[in-house]
């Protein structure tokens, strides 16, 4: 298992602050301290409006939502997030003006900010197909702590990954 599969393209400070909590045993603690409120959007009608409402709020002139869902065949690296160094072309075969909305189902159980944090995320893929600095001035502006939220989440994958059986 490759543990910081979740973190390439870090520098190498945070990697070494991420090692030395892993080893003292702090990086599940930590992230449940900070991450306490759970994600109560449990099916895909109740992330339609979810996502609905946030669209609302933020990106109301772009095209109309089309399908939203949890799909449990996404993989959280390879369609959703990319590794941080990709720039572009991450999303293989994603049409520039997508109206679906599929979320990887690992954030069902997540906490509730890092749901918040993938739907806008993918929210700001309606205008910005890349991983361009367009994009991510969309990203902080519908969610300040937008970069936080995504390194985070990260490490929260990292744990999983760690914890996991
Ligand atoms: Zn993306």
């Not at 520098?11 to 080893?23: G, N, W, Y």
């Not at 933020?58 to 959280?76: E, I, N």
């Not at 160094?85 to 069902?108: D, M, N, Q």
């Not at 739907?119 to 309606?126: I, K, N």
């Amino acid at each position: 298992m490759e543990p910081f599969k979740y973190l390439v393209g870090y520098p190498e400070h945070l990697l070494a602050k991420v090692r030395q909590l892993i080893e003292q045993g702090r990086l599940g603690t930590m992230l449940a301290d900070r991450y306490a409120e759970p994600n109560m959007v449990r099916n895909d009608a109740q992330l339609y409006d979810y996502v609905q409402a946030l669209k609302d709020r933020h990106l109301r002139k772009a095209v109309p939502l089309g399908k939203v869902l949890y799909d449990s065949k996404l993989q959280v690296m390879k369609h959703a997030l990319g590794t941080h160094t990709a720039i572009s072309r991450v999303h293989g075969g994603r049409l520039k003006a997508s109206r679906e909305i599929r979320i990887a189902t690992v954030f069902r159980d997540a906490p509730a900010d890092f749901l918040r944090m993938i739907v806008v995320h993918e929210l700001a893929h309606m205008k910005e197909a890349d991983h361009n600095k367009a994009f991510y001035q969309l990203c902080t502006h519908m969610e300040p702590d937008y970069h936080q939220l995504e390194f985070d989440l990260r490490l929260y994958l990292t744990h999983m990954e760690l914890t996991r059986g």
